[in-house]
């Protein structure tokens, strides 16, 4: 398989969530040209982006909604169930746990952490919340595809190591840091204090 | 002033996180080492993007914390308050009036806004929901820095060209589109769907 660009997959995901907007608005098919608005890319390059997976537009026609939404649930891994454990009961885990879109895009929560004993016990959104101690006891029981990490900034490294260690390839990271992992384990990171900065940064820059 | 790379600024936006912390915990001073490993850099890149912004380390010391901070704060725009308005009184507008980091960071809500009927009027953390209808003369009468847009993504970007007529210069987006605005207007995205896909991506990739 060759490689896949991060911007491609961001684009993909994009197409994906339009996709599903108008399937529920009942639309049959939607064209390469309003792909392309909603990813912010011209129709050309939205052709590129889905003929790289396979031919499944008709020209002049363009694309069937549910065929299209098929294929992008197919090529962004989708299609499957994931377990998911949640490091960190704070703010963060309590959100995520009960994110609509988690549940609706096939990811279970297979159990939440968090190193405080006063957290410990407590239920979150239906799910108790276990000791942080039993992270590799539970994943070698049963693994998981991906662990999230809402922890404090100076428990996250060590938290990452643990849980690649334990075989969890792919991290959704809200700590405020860089993980450093493998090559092979996947990194995504969600972190609102930093684009806020992004666009203060750009806004004294401005003022000069 | 030269052209500052936007990986450069989330990397000074980790340092400042880190170097709040160090404060927090009363440590005078921190090394490039420790910075670098916050914010996933080498000691010497550590070094290069402080010492673009001026010199203010000393060999074989380190960073005064307190001092690093001030200017961090600085270079990132966090001196000043800045206005924001929400756009979008739904769970993302909501989660973001509450969360904590926000008025620590000197933003400060000027208005929630909303074109459902239904929100208006409602209270949301202490702020009334406005008419979206009212955008447009409320930014004249006192402009805002910063706009946050958590409207649903087909409303997006008619809410985005109306906020950059009224002077708005800054986008903070939770619709999940790529946003078409001017060279001068800065964007910052944050989208979980799209974090998480990206993961479920690579997942499915070494699966084959």
Request: hydrophobic share 45%; net charge positive; aromatic share 6%.
């Amino acid at each position: 398989m060759r490689q896949v660009a991060s911007s491609t997959i961001r684009r993909l995901s994009l197409y994906l969530q339009f996709v599903e907007e108008v399937e529920r608005e009942g639309k049959a098919t939607v064209s390469s040209r309003e792909l392309g608005e909603r990813g912010g890319a011209t129709p050309a390059q939205v052709r590129k982006d889905l003929s790289f997976f396979g031919s499944f537009g008709k020209r002049g026609i363009g694309y069937p909604a549910a065929l299209l939404a098929a294929r992008l649930h197919d090529i962004l891994g989708l299609r499957r169930r994931h377990r998911v454990v949640l490091v960190g009961a704070g703010r963060i885990g309590s959100a995520l746990a009960s994110y609509p879109g988690f549940a609706a895009r096939g990811f279970e929560i297979a159990g939440i952490y968090d190193a405080d004993p006063e957290k410990v016990g407590r239920s979150l959104d239906g799910h108790v919340v276990r000791s942080s101690d039993r992270l590799e006891a539970d994943l070698a029981a049963q693994p998981a595809d991906i662990a999230v990490i809402g922890t404090p900034a100076v428990a996250a490294q060590e938290v990452a190591d643990r849980l690649v260690r334990a075989g969890v390839r792919a991290l959704l990271n809200f700590a405020p840091l860089k993980l450093v992992v493998p090559a092979e384990v996947a990194v995504s990171n969600v972190n609102m204090a930093l684009e806020l900065e992004v666009l203060t940064f750009a806004l004294s820059r401005w003022r000069g």
